[in-house]
């Protein structure tokens, strides 16, 4: 008899299969995918809402006595994967999918340190840096970061407990810096416009410096916007050649993903391996057809009865050799 997996114990099973690899960058950006069909969470969550229903605001009558009806949109969703990826090269360095509430969570940690301390976790102990955005960064996280050598920069909510009050005022002068410090971070509130402060959270910076234009942007907001794309480009560069096709099944949507990913990866590993430039969607040409002829191959042997371990069987090639 055939046994039925749920979303959550198909997932770990192929999560058990994968190791984390190793990135020769220095510096490392943790966020959710941006294409993970899920809706932004501003806060800790413990599970993903569920596709609601479209539901009507209200009815509105033209001067031709047409009636409209406003409609809520349903909220987005799917399946959120937690990236951590190297920013000079993009290589996708660790990540696993959102499965809800955790079991193994220790009691009172956030989720987000939690995910960060995960997808860092190959990593730490070597001084390297990682950049988040405000759902991840926090006081209670650089700290825990800065005991294993590593630090933070990121962009950090206002709400959060641990920023002063005198901090959450909303009305500035224009390009205006005011810096607090304690003995693990620094926090940098930044005016760039009258009505819109930037709070940037940062575990490596001993000393907030201001740059001699009209903005006197600081360092650290100079540095986070140097840093802040990595996951978002390499999320572009995944989708502009992709695998995916419209489905309904669930395992099927992942498994497009994992091949984008993995493809994306290849290509990186080549170029630094061969230490050759191609362009990318010429290695993915190359790529195709170097697992298509070694599939086809080996059906051919096969169906000839032949083991596979002849010499008329072609070997994979250098590029599927990468996946």
């Not at 995960?118 to 960064?137: A, C, I």
């Not at 802040?228 to 992942?254: F, I, L, N």
């Not at 590993?269 to 190359?286: H, I, M, N, P």
């Amino acid at each position: 008899m055939q046994r039925r997996l749920t979303t959550q114990q198909a997932l770990e099973m192929i999560l058990r299969e994968v190791d984390p690899c190793d990135s020769d960058g220095e510096d490392l950006q943790v966020q959710p995918d941006s294409d993970s069909e899920l809706s932004d969470q501003s806060s800790d969550e413990e599970t993903a809402s569920a596709p609601k229903k479209r539901a009507c605001l209200g009815t509105e009558t033209a001067k031709d006595g047409t009636v409209w009806r406003e409609e809520q949109l349903p909220d987005k969703f799917g399946i959120k994967f937690w990236v951590a990826c190297d920013l000079k090269s993009k290589y996708i360095c660790n990540v696993f999918p959102y499965l809800g509430k955790d079991p193994s969570r220790p009691t009172g940690e956030r989720l987000s340190e939690n995910v960060v301390m995960r997808l860092m976790e190959p990593f730490l102990d070597k001084g390297r840096n990682v950049t988040t955005d405000n759902f991840f960064t926090s006081l209670s996280l650089a700290q825990k970061l800065l005991r294993r050598k590593t630090t933070i920069l990121g962009t950090v909510n206002k709400i959060r407990r641990e920023i002063p009050q005198s901090t959450r005022q909303t009305d500035r002068n224009e390009f205006t810096t005011q810096v607090f410090s304690t003995s693990a971070a620094t926090l940098t509130a930044y005016a760039a416009k009258r009505k819109k402060t930037v709070y940037i959270l940062s575990s490596m910076h001993g000393v907030v410096q201001t740059d001699n234009t009209t903005k006197r942007k600081p360092n650290t907001v100079t540095l986070y916007n140097k840093t802040k794309c990595g996951v978002d480009v390499m999320d572009q560069m995944v989708r502009e050649y992709t695998v995916r096709r419209g489905t309904r099944r669930w395992p099927v949507a992942v498994f497009y993903n994992m091949i984008d990913m993995a493809a994306l990866n290849a290509h990186v590993l080549y170029q630094a391996c061969s230490g050759t430039k191609e362009r990318r969607v010429d290695f993915l040409v190359e790529l195709a057809r170097e697992l298509a002829h070694s599939h086809v191959a080996a059906k051919k042997a096969r169906k000839e009865q032949l083991p596979l371990t002849q010499p008329s069987t072609p070997s994979p090639g250098k590029r599927a050799m990468l996946l």
